[in-house]
């Protein structure tokens, strides 16, 4: 049952056999769970005993919220409050209602403090005073929300929240532009539902790890936010696919085309991908410019032509662990031509020098290159990325045991640039290939050695040349 005392001094009231919160002014997802008094038997926020705070306070602020926009933090896990809150609301009670120095201060400020903390805390400092709730309820300060929670109810947790955001706008939240839910598992289609009908200007979606979520939640929020650009769907096995709802299929009209806005699309661990699916996303997210599919192990070379006809502009691509994918595929990818700057085929245990060759031969902006894990790469694969890639600023070819020394100094002797190199388990490499690398990548920022027969002296040679390179390895020795 909630108690709405004044907008400063709005608390809830539980008892074991109500679990059912509802909040009228600040809302807080947080407190969907059970109190836990026993993990706090000494903490008493407020003098009744059947009442407690509002939002407790994430122990894990990260600091790298600290932007010009309040990132929510919703946490599922019940704290203490912080010891800041903790003395402003005692100096609260301690003045009743006298003027305090931190009153002085103007709007504006508040507000450039607020913008810098969580929603937990952002929702604390809405209870001290009338003033701070009026500030703490800023449009500019919900521009993202970050819901964080095994156990938290998202769907109930996005009810509230929109809810109270939408009280200027009636059914509109015009200010939410990032909605970050990942590893919340609690969240389902109702809670997706709930954005796609009140934040047509949402912009960044990621629900990572959500795998109660579906293809048609999916398609709503698509459908109903068209200036989404970026979708993080990773670990989402229900989702197959991409697209507009059929009623919004059957709005346009056929020259306007099903187009969406998305630019940045993450379905690593989406296990139940098909080449059928990929197709129809290619043909319906055509500005597609960043697209991961890691271990999405049910695609093959087919669903890659059809990534290629469809989506030109792609820069960054992870096939990783597609164990079907070959070097036919790679043949495909390299029809991308020099907008490709990022590709990921490791573990890809059908691809060889061939499809290697065909990537380096096209691709010459290429920049970022993983293969690791492709067994069937050799020196010669190597050397046609050191002749036509020479920008390439990251490799990783390690347990890759046909690289020699031949390859690793061709790579060398013409990648210049070259920052990040991994070899781990490269069976084949030695000291003479490393001494390479030192003496002609000045640059280089992080090597990898592990498992590798790399003497000490070898070791050292490439720690006095590469000033500020980390380097991995397993040598007892070298330090």
Known sequence: MALELEPGALVIHTSNSDLSFQTLSTPSPALILPPQPHLYPHFSPHPH???HPLFPTSASFNSATSSCKTVAMVHADAHPFSSTFSRLHATRDHH??????????????????????????????????????NLAWAPRLWQSIRLTGDLLHADRALRVLTQRLCKDTPNVCLMLETLVASGCRRLTDRGLHTVAQCC???????????????????FEVVSCCPNLEHLDVSGCSKVTCISLTREVCLKLSPMHGQQISIRY?????????????LHTIAANCTQLTHLYLRRCVRLTDEGLRYLVIYCPAVRELSVSDCHYVSDVGLREIAKLEGRLRYLSVAHCGRITDVGVRYVAKYCSRLRYLNARGCEGLTDHGLEYLAKSCPKLKSLDIGKCPLVSDAGLELLAL?????????????????GRGLQVVAANCFDLQLLNVQDCDAPLEVLCFVKRHCKGCIIEHTNPAFF
């Open 265 to 277: 699309l993450d379905m690593t661990d989406c296990f139940a991908l098909e080449d059928e699916g």
């Open 200 to 218: 047509p200007e949402l912009r960044c979606l990621e629900v990572a790890g959500c795998y109660n979520v579906s293809n048609e939640a999916v």
């Open 49 to 51: 005993p059947h009442i």
């Open 96 to 133: 009743q209602g006298t003027s305090v120095p931190i009153d002085l201060l103007p709007d504006h400020i508040f507000l450039d403090i607020f913008a810098r903390l969580p929603t937990n805390q952002l929702c604390c400092c809405a209870r001290v005073c009338r003033r701070w709730y």
């Open 414 to 430: 013409n990648c210049f640039n070259l920052k990040r190199l991994s070899l781990k388990s490269c069976e084949s490499i030695t």
